[in-house]
């Protein structure tokens, strides 16, 4: 599957804020995972093709989805970040398949390439 380029994240103290972009946008479905070190990939947020989005809890209020079209650019909004939002954060594209809740990393096919985040105190 064809990589998606990806720029941002980088390391902002507890409270900051950071923005991440991928080039992509009109998919289906695309979503922001991340992985903090030693553990499993965890979905962040999606924004489907009818504009709906889908938050995980630990990030609900704190962080926002959204897409530029005409600059084929996803972006990843992340405000008052916390020590545990430290990880590696990849964009992705996929669809929804029947049965698969959003966040499962099941329904993405293209991966960015990953963009390093860490939240100090």
């Known amino acids: 599957q064809a990589q998606l380029v990806q720029s941002g994240g980088g390391s902002v103290q507890a409270g900051g804020s950071l923005t991440l972009t991928c080039k992509a946008s009109?998919?289906?479905?695309m979503g922001w995972f991340r992985q903090p070190l030693g553990k499993e990939r965890e979905g962040v947020a999606t924004l489907a093709g009818d504009g709906s989005t889908t938050y995980a809890d630990f990030v609900k209020g704190r962080f926002t989805i959204s897409q530029d079209i005409r600059e084929n650019t996803l972006y990843l909004k992340m405000n008052n970040l916390n020590l545990e939002d430290t990880a590696m954060y990849y964009c992705a594209t996929g669809f929804t398949r029947m049965g698969v809740r959003r966040l499962d990393e099941r329904n993405f096919r293209s991966w960015g390439q990953g963009t390093q985040v860490t939240v100090t105190s």
């Open positions: 009109g998919y289906s479905l």
